[in-house]
């Protein structure tokens, strides 16, 4: 299982230099606290946020390469809240804000964590995913999911007032779905969803968990020392986003059978005959109820969009133009032997309809490099070749560039 709370997987890599010149991340600065002797700036404010939300799919636009229509309603969506939170802050209270929780749909390997990520990165605003599976209903075996607010509130360095305008990133919601046929969750599924359903909309976590046996005596003692009165300290949900997702196999299925018992809709004549990408553009609210989530998990989480499979096409894209290539990541392993390789077209070409096959999304790039470069880069550290190219015939058969490489460098 991949780390719940892990770093931008590319925080090593070319995404952090990953913002552009005009848009930079938001700044958290604190309110000078009062006591502090007055200096002649004015006050900063407590969060600022400016962006629009062209800016911000532009910026996903340099890691993440298609899912156009996820890029436009997540930026609509982040500019809603980040403006709502920060007009608030400023004293312009909005007492019927609603908020904009995000689900996002679509198959595995796509780029819906790394949209979120990148994001969330440009924004500057504190960030944690987890994978649903890790929580049950008690808390007692896996985790609980005010320990969600706990992490962000560690990631947003131990300030709770940063921890309050985070995001919370949930991922596999699709396995909380209790449905009676199929792999769906067991019942604790549905009581993670209600126990969910505080937080989404206005909560308040204490920082101690009730499993957390040393901070209760902590929080005991201090109390202890205190006189028994001091309130243990909450971080408050209510301006948290929460974006979740899940690849919700078996949900085309339920849409297409759906659509077609409908009354015949002159645009879309076959419902039949419609991809999984295209049924999951149609999805409803009652689509998501039979696959067994609770209309009111589902209920908020009003902001919904598919992202697509990606294609060969797609593929080559990922490798050729995203800032968060894997090419790169080649490159720099390479490099620290003082090895030059150079992908040319047509290899990225082949390794994209390899990965193609593999039906794993970009993640399908990463089974299909490592077993082409698995000899090579075993090998060429301790050779004399400083330079080769990666091409077509390369990817078709390693083992036979390999050798030749060893042969011509050896003469
Ligand atoms: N559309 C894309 N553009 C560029 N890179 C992508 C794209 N989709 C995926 N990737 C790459 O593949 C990796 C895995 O993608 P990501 O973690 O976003 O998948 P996911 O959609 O969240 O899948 P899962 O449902 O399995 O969690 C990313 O770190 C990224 O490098
Ligand atoms: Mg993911």
């Not at 209760?216 to 201090?222: F, I, R, T, V």
């Not at 080649?330 to 620290?336: C, I, Q, T, V």
């Amino acid at each position: 299982m991949p780390n719940p709370t892990s770093g931008h997987p590319a925080a090593l890599g070319p995404v952090t230099a990953g913002v552009p010149k005009k848009i930079r991340p938001a700044k958290f600065s604190t309110l000078s606290k009062p006591g502090v002797a007055a200096v002649a700036a004015p006050p900063k404010p407590e969060f600022s946020f400016s962006l629009k939300p062209r800016e911000i799919a532009r910026h996903l636009d340099r890691f993440v390469i298609g899912q156009s229509e996820a890029k436009k309603v997540l930026s609509v969506a982040l500019c809603d809240h980040f403006q709502h939170v920060r007009m608030t802050r400023e004293g312009l209270a909005a007492p019927y804000y609603q908020k904009q929780n995000v689900l996002l749909l679509g198959p595995t390997g796509v780029g819906k964590t790394h949209l979120i990520r990148s994001a969330a990165e440009l924004i500057g605003v504190p960030f944690v995913k987890a994978d649903a599976t890790k929580f049950s209903e008690t808390g007692y075996v896996g985790g609980d999911v005010d320990d969600l607010v706990r992490d962000l509130h560690r990631r947003a360095g131990n300030d709770a007032k940063k921890a309050e305008h985070g995001i919370i990133y949930l991922d596999e919601v699709d396995k909380l779905a209790t449905r009676e046929q199929g792999a769906g969750r067991d019942v604790s599924g549905r009581g993670v969803q209600t126990n969910l359903l505080k937080l989404m909309e206005d909560g308040d976590v204490p920082l101690t968990s009730p499993n957390d046996m040393t901070g209760q005596l902590q929080a005991a003692m201090a109390a202890m020392r205190g006189g028994g009165g001091a309130q243990p300290e909450t971080v408050n949900t209510r301006h948290i986003l929460f974006i979740v997702s899940g690849a919700f196999s078996g949900l085309a299925d339920l849409i297409r059978r759906r659509l077609v018992a409908a009354p015949l809709d002159p645009k879309n004549p076959k419902p039949e005959k419609n991809s999984d990408d295209e049924l999951f553009q149609r999805v409803s609210t009652a689509d998501l109820i039979q696959y067994g989530l609770e209309p009111e998990f589902i209920g908020r989480l009003p902001v919904r969009v598919a992202c697509h499979g990606l294609d060969t096409d797609d593929l080559f894209d990922v490798l050729r133009k995203s800032e968060s290539s894997l090419i790169h990541q080649y490159e720099r392993a390479f490099a620290a032997y003082g090895i030059t390789c150079e992908f040319r077209d047509d290899g990225l070409r082949r390794l994209a309809e390899r990965a193609a096959g593999e039906h794993t999304g970009a993640r399908g790039l990463m089974t299909v490099c490592e077993r082409v470069f698995r000899d090579l880069k075993f090998r060429l550290p301790s050779s004399r070749v400083k330079q080769f190219a990666i091409t077509a015939e390369l990817v078709d058969n390693p083992a036979a560039a390999l050798q030749k490489l060893l042969r011509s460098a050896a003469r």
